[in-house]
């Protein structure tokens, strides 16, 4: 990635804290998840979120709402999803509402993260 697309993340995530540092926590926690799964993953800003990419193809993204942050899933309507954590009804896409730190434990974050990269 070049070093104006990282100046931009870097950006969102700074943003995001100095407007509301609990909400910036927990996505700077979903991002380091994420990389963690996948460090090959190719951060961009789109669709008004932070969106990670693998050889092109979306996986999933951050989005930041009023009461709550969505981490998204391009394919998650292929997952497993035992404990009904998942939510939506489209086509594919298929999300988690994360609304505080025990959220990211609960719903089996990782669980998901994994289950996207390995598509």
Known sequence: ?????????????DDTLSVDEYKG????????IILKICPD???ELKYGGLV???????ICGIFI??????LEFSFGNEFSDPRGCLEGSR??????????????????????VSQAFER
């Open 1 to 13: 990635m070049n070093i104006k697309a990282d100046s931009r993340v870097e950006r969102f995530v």
């Open 25 to 32: 926590g927990l996505l700077l926690s979903l991002q380091k």
């Open 41 to 43: 993953a190719q951060e």
């Open 52 to 58: 990670f990419n693998v050889n092109a193809e979306l």
């Open 65 to 70: 709402y009023k009461k709550h942050i969505s």
């Open 91 to 112: 086509k594919y896409r298929r999300h988690l509402k994360i609304m505080n730190e025990k959220d990211i434990e609960n719903k089996d974050v990782g669980f998901f």
